[in-house]
């Protein structure tokens, strides 16, 4: 099983035994503010939980989609994922429990994942995309070292309403000057 250590985490591969507080996350209603109501039925995240056992087992593998353990814990407490594409390429994103949020444990998840895929895989360009509204997840991006790309006006339609997407993303060297300290 994949795994990487932090100071307070755990990230590992997602298990079915993950899946009912995957799906319980999912079904708070300020999770569920920037998801197309689609998105959010509890069936969907029963898919994914197999969906992301499955990846995990494929070689080479392309996508890192990551139970977050809390150490102290020993509880879900969210998920951290990289997407491998073509041309060095990956995205980020990740979704955490309400109650652990403000502790800075997705900063350490978010970075943790950021490293290994720039130390280890060798990526060139990691991006998140995520609804402009979204300011926890532009501050936790912009914390990484990240840096706004794109702003696509009126880009996604759900909830009955046209709302833009932001797309942040930093180069190796980039993260490389922010672990260095320059």
Known sequence: MFKIDTARLVLRDMTFEDQSAF????????YQRFYDETDCEPSKYHQLTQLFVEQAKEDPRQFYQLAVESKESGKFIGTVCLRLEDNQQASMGCAFAREIQGKGLPIEAAKALAGFGFSELGVHRIYAETIGENLAAIRLCKSLGMRQEACFKEHR??????????????LRSEWEGEINGK
Do not use: Y
């Open 23 to 30: 799906v319980a996350m999912s079904q708070d209603a300020k």
């Open 157 to 170: 339609f759900f909830k009955n309403k046209w709302w833009d997407t932001v797309v942040l993303a930093m």
